[in-house]
């Protein structure tokens, strides 16, 4: 007969494996590179042409570089990958400091599919 232990090993082991296929679904951050420098993502302009990876290099939008480092301070009980799928999406959510809301384009997530975010936070997430 099974006991208590044993049905909760089985349970945390499934657990376990459900996250582990959660990262598999995680992005792929050299997609994300190329999709960052492209000029226009369909009818929506490209992040680079707002934001530059160089140190301090503000063109429309703040440097990304070191972004990953930031990331997970920029909000209270938001992990770096949330506050950077949020950047995305919901632009205004979060407005860096010296910059003024609504300059982010705003309707990536109208444009995005879910699979560029995530590959999009990937490369992001390699700016350190
Ligand atoms: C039209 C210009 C423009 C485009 C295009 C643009 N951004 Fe931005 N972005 C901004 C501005 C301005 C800010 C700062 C104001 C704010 O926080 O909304 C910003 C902020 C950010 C931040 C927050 C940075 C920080 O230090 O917290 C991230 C991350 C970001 N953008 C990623 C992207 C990505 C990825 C794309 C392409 C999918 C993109 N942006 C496209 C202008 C732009």
Do not use: W
Request: charged fraction near 20%.
């Amino acid at each position: 007969m099974l006991n208590t232990k044993t049905i909760l090993l089985v349970i945390l082991s499934l657990f376990i494996t459900a996250c582990g296929q959660k990262s598999t679904l995680s992005g792929d951050p050299i997609a994300g590179e190329a999709l960052f420098g492209q000029v226009t993502i369909d009818s929506a302009p490209g992040c680079a042409s707002c934001h530059s990876t160089e140190v301090d290099k503000v063109l429309v939008g703040p440097s990304l570089a070191g972004v990953a480092n930031r990331a997970g301070e920029r909000v209270p009980d938001q992990t770096a990958e949330e506050y950077l799928q949020n950047s995305i999406l919901e632009p205004n959510l979060y407005v860096v400091d010296g910059f003024s809301s609504g300059l982010m384009y705003q309707k990536y997530k109208d444009i995005l599919k879910d699979e560029q975010v995530r590959d999009l936070v990937a490369y992001l997430s390699t700016l350190k």
